[in-house]
């Protein structure tokens, strides 16, 4: 029996074994144990407007059309037809009140339901053979939405939505409701990084600390109000519930005089004023900081920030959203939203676009500056020498686990979950332990398939069909409805 520490206890210390970051055996486990099970972003409200609006979204190698139906319902189907397996849809996006197969032509209403099977009655003997009454395409197992933001999960028993983000719904608001009109979305941009998936949701998450370094050129060239990088360290970093991210601190002032400092406009403000709670607002007013990244778990993270856009002093927010979607172990799709809120001045939603753009947008400043870092990692992570080598990853602990800056008290911070000011990669931690959570853990098996139209046979009816006697269909139970609830498949006959 070994007592020797696995990966999972050493990232519980704090210290990460490199080749987490390169390992097919390790990306292997998030796909079983992770993706299967966590809520993941797919996409907004927004994106699918009008009945028949689609977009089509991965999640690792699933395809899902994400689809408002005609009586206006949000519904996910799993891209693949229920004959063949050809991918019904093939468009990223647009319009449609049904989806027709390429291969043999069947159909579906935008509602999942299957309408139309070539030859039905010539291929199948009709109803009494096939019957359509009920079938749809496979719906992914579950499907919530929050603020708008369309979050599916492949597991049909995962917690409640809400339940699942936590109190990181109090710092989700800043950025997807600033007024009753919510946000509107432009995108995605996607794009291909040769990293792995979870520096990226690390780095949005809670490091401040990189930002001197690696963006320092972004800082030289005036982007930014702010003088130095170093001020980052003035924010703090908070946890809470599912996720975590970052702030800066911004100067003296009442909440109205901060927000016009980060650059919102007096309507958009007493926007916000009405929508916020109290709390929300007194974290900027009151606490004096303005949220900045932030990562849900696993892999859908935010940025604000406020760069100039144009000549002279004045800086323009904007607010970003996106998903790191694993293609392996080193390499990571990333899909990129400019997000803003509905109802903002048009003026403020064409600069705020350029500044999103100019940052984080596929050629961004910031963009380009972190994948360099990110690519290199990933890199060498790969080699036999990463995995003799266990990453620090205790900023901001000391030996003893205490914490080297305590937790910002209750008159310093209104909002929920845990904060510290300055430097520390509590919030890397946490999102890496809850990692471990799923990863260590392995997942239930995966639920019998589901079939369509098919036939249960009895053991009685087996025999006969071996025979050749059950074309009579009197000994065979009908299957039921793929729509209705689980089927069992055993001798389905093709």
């Known amino acids: 029996m070994t007592t020797s520490p696995t990966i999972y206890d050493e990232v519980r210390n704090g210290m990460l074994p490199a080749h987490i970051y390169n390992d097919a055996e390790i990306f292997e486990r998030e796909r079983r144990n992770l993706f299967s099970r966590a809520w993941l972003f797919v996409g907004h409200v927004s994106e699918i407007p009008q009945p028949g609006d689609y977009v089509v979204r991965k999640v690792l190698d699933d395809s899902f059309i994400v689809v408002r139906d005609e009586k206006g319902e949000i519904r996910a189907h799993f891209n693949m037809c229920l004959h063949r397996g050809m991918q019904v ?20 209403r935008n ?9 039905h009655q010539e291929a199948y003997g009709g109803e009494e053979g096939f019957s359509r009454k009920g079938a749809r395409l496979l719906p992914a197992p579950n499907l919530d939405t929050y603020n708008g933001l369309i979050f599916i999960s492949m597991d049909p028993d995962a917690p409640p939505l809400k339940e699942y983000l936590g109190d990181f719904t109090f710092f989700l608001d800043y950025y997807t409701k600033q007024s009753a009109a919510g946000i509107e979305l432009r995108g995605p941009q996607r794009w291909r990084v040769n990293a792995n998936w979870k520096i990226g949701a690390e780095n949005f998450a809670g490091d401040m600390y990189h930002t001197p370094q690696t963006h320092t050129s972004v800082v030289e060239i005036g982007l930014f109000r702010e003088p130095k990088a170093e001020k980052r360290k003035d924010g703090n970093t908070y946890w809470a519930g599912n996720g975590g991210g970052t702030t800066y ?36 007013g009151e606490n004096g900081f303005m949220i900045s990244a932030a990562s849900v778990f696993p892999n859908m993270s935010l940025v604000h920030n406020w760069p100039k856009v ?15 979607v694993p293609i392996s172990e080193c390499e990571t799709e990333v899909y990129s939203w400019f997000a803003v809120a509905a109802d903002a001045p048009e003026e403020f939603k064409e600069l705020s676009y350029k500044a999103y753009l100019m940052c984080f947008g596929s050629t961004g400043m910031f963009e380009q500056d972190d994948v360099e870092n990110w690519v290199s990692l990933t890199n060498t992570a790969k080699g036999a020498m990463a995995r003799r080598l266990l990453l620090n990853s205790r900023m901001g602990m000391l030996k003893d686990g205490s914490p080297v800056v305590e ?28 990692w471990v959570d799923y990863v260590e853990a392995d997942a239930p098996e995966p639920q019998r398939p589901i079939g369509l139209g098919g036939v249960r046979l009895t053991p009685s009816a087996a025999a006969a069909a071996a025979a050749g006697d059950c074309a009579t269909g009197d000994s065979c139970d009908a299957g039921t409805a793929a729509g209705d609830g689980a089927v069992d498949t055993e001798g389905v006959t093709a």
Request: net charge negative.
């Open 111 to 119: 509602d999942g339901r299957i309408v139309g099977l070539p030859f």
């Open 249 to 284: 601190k911004l100067p003296p002032g009442t909440l109205e005089e901060r927000l016009r400092y980060v650059g919102y406009p007096d309507d958009m403000i007493e926007r916000m004023k009405q929508t916020w709670s109290q709390e929300q607002l007194d974290v900027i």
């Open 89 to 108: 849809c093939r468009a990223e996006m647009g319009n449609a009140s049904h989806f027709r197969c390429p291969y043999h032509g069947w159909s579906y």
């Open 310 to 324: 144009e000549d002279g002093d004045d800086v323009l927010p904007f607010i970003s959203l996106r998903t790191w």
């Open 407 to 434: 937790p910002l008290g209750d008159d310093e911070w209104a909002g929920p979950g845990v904060a510290h000011v300055g430097y520390g990669e509590y919030n890397q931690r946490h999102l890496l332990e809850r």
